[in-house]
């Protein structure tokens, strides 16, 4: 499947600041070259397009919000929708920013899709589109029939009734110079190609005329390019001067595994081994490892391991910098109807932390524990 995020700067912009919803927004960089990177789907109803000059764009709609490029946070949070995916699958594609192909099982993609859809809706709050098919091609030309907010599959006995009627340039590759070249030759269609001769194709395409003619019966042989997923999570903390309380150093440590548990969540993924970094006011610095005999994904749990390998090999004071690692990473299946009462208290205070965190951002809510033993304002 080919998940496709509708006007994902704008959406991003909308989302964050309400006052822009219903409202044609258009980003686009008031540094460089002065063309729109997004718009909104307001501001696509008055004919403003990706990539056109920005003058051009605000005589078509004077009212629309104009906004600057902001694409580290764009970044984050592309990273959060693909930790969303990585929950359904580990066969993904990075295509772009707001783009990405997801393999799963044959005869499960309307299913996981819908999932999916619904996940990056109440979680993230963003508009998604996705495309489902045998192929990437056949994926991708469903998602751009689904836009925006759609959902769509496309089969190959779909072919003849819904690929080639549609332009050439929607086949990948075919840019509008060569849609010109082949238009001049009487093909305009992908029926139109699927149609003509070899030979005919071969004057405008060369050697890559067969592959073309295979697009055209919706037949492409590319396989998934799979993205690495990550081998390990990890964070640090220095802190503003030399520690010598004990409590201290916990406290940083609850709020380093409140990240790296809300990251193992967010992924999909247990871990099955805590790493403690320390360094000392001389700059030593010592890791320990413990391995654990199941995976986990808890704060408190990964709290709990870093805080034991601190009293056991923290020595004596000053700290100057403190870390976690979690690592040998496996994929998280959620049984919550196994668990006990308290582990699914956890389990529900986890997922609504987590909710507020993305929604917010991550700062926003903390364990009181966490708090313990805080440097004093200023120092942090
Ligand atoms: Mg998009």
């Not at 986990?296 to 391991?305: A, F, G, P, Q």
Request: with cysteine.
């Amino acid at each position: 499947m080919l998940c496709d995020l509708d006007a994902f700067f704008a959406a991003v912009e909308q989302r964050d600041n309400p006052e822009l919803r219903g409202k044609p927004v258009i980003v686009g960089g008031l540094t460089g070259r002065g063309v729109v990177a997004t718009c909104s789907y307001e501001a696509r109803g008055f004919g403003v397009r990706s990539a056109m000059p920005l003058k051009k764009a605000l005589k078509l709609c004077p009212h629309a919000v104009l906004l600057p490029v902001n694409i580290s946070r764009y970044r984050e949070v592309a990273a959060e929708v693909l930790a969303v995916y990585r929950r359904f699958t580990p066969f993904i594609e990075v295509v772009s920013i707001d783009e990405a192909y997801l393999g799963v099982a044959p005869g499960e993609g309307l299913e996981v899709a819908r999932a999916i859809k619904e996940a990056v809706r109440k979680e993230l709050d963003l508009p998604l589109s996705i495309g489902v098919s045998v192929n990437k091609l056949l994926a991708k030309v469903a998602c751009n029939l689904a836009k925006p907010q759609g959902l769509k599959a496309l089969w190959p006995d779909e072919v003849p009734q819904i690929l080639w009627p549609l332009p050439v340039g929607v086949l990948p590759g075919i840019g509008t110079k060569t849609e010109k070249q082949l238009k001049e030759r009487g093909i305009r269609t992908v029926g139109d190609l699927a149609a003509a001769p070899l030979y005919l194709l071969k004057m405008v395409l060369g050697s890559e005329a067969l592959r073309f003619k295979e697009y055209s019966h919706g037949v492409d042989r590319r396989g998934l390019v799979l993205s690495r997923p990550p081998l390990s999570f990890s964070k640090e903390t220095t802190f503003p001067r030399d520690v010598w309380e004990p409590e201290v150093v916990r406290g940083a440590l609850m709020r380093l595994a409140e990240d790296l548990g809300y990251r193992l969540r967010q992924n999909g993924f247990l871990a099955r081994s805590v790493t403690l970094k320390l360094r000392f006011a001389d700059f030593r610095t010592i890791t320990r490892t413990r391995c654990l005999a199941e995976g986990i994904n808890r704060d408190s749990l990964i709290y709990r391991t870093a805080w034991e390998l601190f009293q056991e090999f923290a020595s004596s004071p000053p700290w100057r910098l403190v870390g976690i690692k979690v690592a040998e990473l496996s994929n998280w299946k959620q049984l919550s109807w196994l668990e006990d009462e308290r582990e699914e208290r956890e389990r529900m205070l986890a997922l609504v932390l987590d909710a507020l965190r993305s929604r917010y951002g991550r700062p926003v809510v903390r364990r009181a524990s966490g708090l313990k033993g805080i440097l004093p304002e200023g120092e942090e």
